[in-house]
């Protein structure tokens, strides 16, 4: 494990305040329009977006956010200071969409940028945190993600990025006292920068923990190389953000790569947030979006912790391997402890693991696979998955069976060395 890696590890561990005002206990389950469509963006097209996710299965599912991004607003703000929509791309008015969009079951989501200017290049909120905010709650938005460009000069803002951020989650608070409704929903959209995972809880409800996601396996095994090491940041009161689960549909994955894409994200409690061209998304990529197991782990009003690693790398040693992530995870759940085994290599892989080198599995016990897509029977001691495809995944949910039979060999499944002992203080190998 390389030093940077060390340092990822001991942060993530450090207790931090937590901001709990009522709103993002869960990851959320939206829909933004940046990866598919950039600029290219109006107001039919979220509305057509909407209407889509109602008969595509994806709002009984459990996406419930539509969000715009970037490149809708004028160029300039008013006279009077103020953001002002796209007249031509939104000539109906904001509050008009939100209203409609609202009316089909949905909340919205909108985009602004903490420097001078959006990524796009249109009027960024730094200096108008409150006044864009209120604009914001004014046109019916419930979600805000929040980008990190045209940052201010040092001599201007005189501060970090951490403290470019507080000042919107400053503005939240104001506005959600004085107008009496509930907070926007707050995404930071740092990429990653200044540990965000060990303050971003003090101000929102997600991060963004990394760059830009691309279509591709190595930007896919990079994101989960490095979210494996502060899975402790997340829970009920703010999660890593890995980015867009919308590659799938977007690049050349292979579908068991689209698969092991979805389930890490959901497994790991990211917000899912498809970036696909609905009106062109295949069965395929709806089958992978709507699993509902592995949504109900996202999900999970119990337990709000992201799975974690219990072995690194492909090595005998497990050691920390960046071109290869961690392969084997686990973590509680409301209904049995969660597995997931994802093969990093590119070739089919047998994955086999003892139970108990989990540590939410009990010693001497059996336990029984509660997906209702498939039947692994019972697991006694061990589990194995065969050739598994290249940059493929096995998730398991195991529930306790009751005790393992008797008479098992050897009598400790998972033994310190030297250490099964008898009552009567005879150590057995």
Not at 180 to 204: A, D, R, Y
Not at 283 to 312: C, H, K, M, Y
Not at 370 to 381: K, S, Y
Request: glycine content about 8%; hydrophobic content about 35%; some cysteine.
């Amino acid at each position: 494990m390389g030093l940077s890696s060390i340092l990822v590890l001991l942060s993530a561990l450090l207790p931090t305040y937590a901001l709990d005002n009522g709103v993002g206990r869960l990851p959320g389950e939206s829909i933004h329009s940046w990866n598919a469509f950039q600029c290219n963006i109006d107001e039919d097209l979220y509305l057509t977006t909407a209407q889509l996710m109602q008969s595509l299965g994806l709002q009984d599912a459990g996406y419930n956010y539509v969000n715009i991004d970037d490149c809708y607003a004028e160029k300039n703000r008013s006279a009077d200071g103020f953001i002002v929509a796209d007249k031509v791309r939104f000539k109906s008015g904001m509050k008009n969409l939100t209203d409609k969009i609202h009316d089909l079951g949905f909340k919205t989501g909108i985009y602004s940028d903490s420097g001078w200017f959006t990524c796009a290049g249109y009027p960024g909120s730094y200096q108008n945190e409150l006044r864009d905010l209120t604009t914001f709650q004014e046109w019916g938005f419930d979600y805000l993600k929040y980008d990190n460009c045209a940052i201010p000069f040092d001599d201007i803002i005189r501060e970090g990025i951490m403290g470019k951020y507080q000042r919107m989650t400053d503005a939240i608070a104001q506005l959600a006292k004085s107008s009496g409704q509930p907070p926007i929903l707050f995404s930071l959209c740092e990429w990653g920068i200044s540990q965000v995972w060990l303050w971003g809880k003090t101000m929102g409800q997600s991060w963004r923990t990394t760059g830009d996601i691309a279509p591709q396996w190595d930007s896919l095994a990079n994101i989960i190389n490095f979210n494996s090491f502060i899975t402790q940041s997340t829970d009920f009161f703010g999660r890593n953000d890995m980015d867009m689960v919308s590659e799938l549909g977007n690049g050349n994955l292979t579908f068991d790569e689209a698969k092991s894409h979805f389930t890490a994200w959901a497994l790991m409690k990211s917000p899912l947030l498809i970036g696909t061209d609905l009106t062109t998304i295949t069965n395929e990529t709806i089958e992978v979006l709507t699993n509902r197991e592995i949504i109900a782990i996202n999900q999970d009003s119990v337990f709000g912790q992201s799975i974690t690693p219990f072995r690194w790398g492909i090595g005998p040693d497990w050691v920390s391997n960046s071109s290869f992530p961690a392969q084997y995870w686990s973590g509680p759940s409301e209904n049995g402890t969660v597995f997931m085994l994802l093969n990093t290599l590119n070739e089919p892989s047998t994955m086999f693991f003892n139970l108990t080198e989990s540590p939410w599995i009990r010693a001497g016990r059996r336990y029984s696979d509660l997906w209702a897509h498939t039947d692994n029977g019972t697991a006694i001691r061990n589990f194995t998955a065969e050739a598994v495809p290249p940059h493929g995944v096995v998730a398991l949910l195991l529930k306790d069976a009751g005790d393992e039979p008797d008479g098992l060999l050897p009598l400790c499944a998972q033994p310190i060395e030297g250490q099964c002992t008898d009552q009567n203080g005879t150590h057995v190998s």
